[in-house]
């Protein structure tokens, strides 16, 4: 039961180019969530999804984009990546409605460099 | 909309004297509180959820409502206790989003 996996660990883009975060999960869970990490800033929601087709803004979709076309599935889209994007990126999943109590599981996180 | 606060970024406490890392929420209904901890270069893992009224890896956390806290707690730090530590909110029987704050790292030093 490999959880949460996201591609790649690690990247360099440099300014202006695109990119595709990975994203897949393999606990059949409903929900999916992209958030990015800054120091000192916590953790953001950039876009959320409830299902297989919803997709949903967070906090801060600007310079984003994602689609869910499969349950296992949310990639995360950069277009035009920006210095202002060089976060820690992270995936997570959960059970969704009716599971009180359940909280996330998070993937291992894209580290993604703008130059 | 709710919000989460942990006051302080940096908990730097002696190995064998106790932790309290602090958070406060504003939610106007019933929340649903978590701790994530992220040893370094892994990624977050749920640690406790005040539903569960568990201890583990000795923390602990206690719902309060009056103050709206659910301050961490660990009576004797240990080395490996030494991560960034999240805490998040989400409504009661909802499948909301986590709202996290910005953590806290705590250090445990010899």
């Known amino acids: 039961n490999a959880g949460v996996t996201q591609t790649p660990k690690f990247r360099i883009l440099k300014i202006g180019q695109s990119m595709t975060l990975q994203c897949t999960q393999d606990?059949?869970?409903?929900?999916m969530y992209w958030y990015r990490q800054d120091p000192g800033m916590g953790l953001k929601l950039i876009y959320y999804s409830v299902g297989a087709g919803i997709t949903d803004k967070g906090e801060v979709p600007n310079g984003y984009n994602v689609s869910r076309s499969t349950t296992e599935d949310f990639p995360l889209r950069l277009e035009l990546a920006a210095p202002s994007q060089t976060s820690v990126y992270f995936c997570?999943?959960?059970?969704?409605?009716?599971?009180?109590?359940?909280?996330?599981?998070f993937g291992s996180g894209t580290r993604l460099t703008v130059v | 909309a709710q919000r989460v606060t942990q006051p302080e970024k940096l908990l730097s406490v002696f190995k064998g004297a106790p932790v309290e890392l602090k958070c406060n929420y504003s939610y106007s209904g019933s929340p649903e509180l978590f701790w994530y901890v992220q040893y370094s270069r892994q990624r977050l893992q749920l640690l406790l959820r005040h539903i569960s009224r568990e201890s583990i890896k000795g923390f602990t956390a206690d719902l309060n409502k009056g103050e709206t806290s659910f301050h961490l707690k660990k009576p004797f730090a240990q080395e490996e206790d030494s991560a960034m530590y999240y805490c998040?909110?989400?409504?009661?029987?909802?499948?909301?989003?986590?709202?996290f704050g910005t953590g806290t790292r705590l250090q445990v030093t010899l």
């Open positions: 997570a999943s959960s059970p969704g409605q009716g599971f009180t109590g359940e909280g996330y599981t």
């Open positions: 606990m059949n869970h409903n929900y």
């Open positions: 998040a909110l989400r409504p009661t029987g909802t499948a909301s989003k986590l709202t």
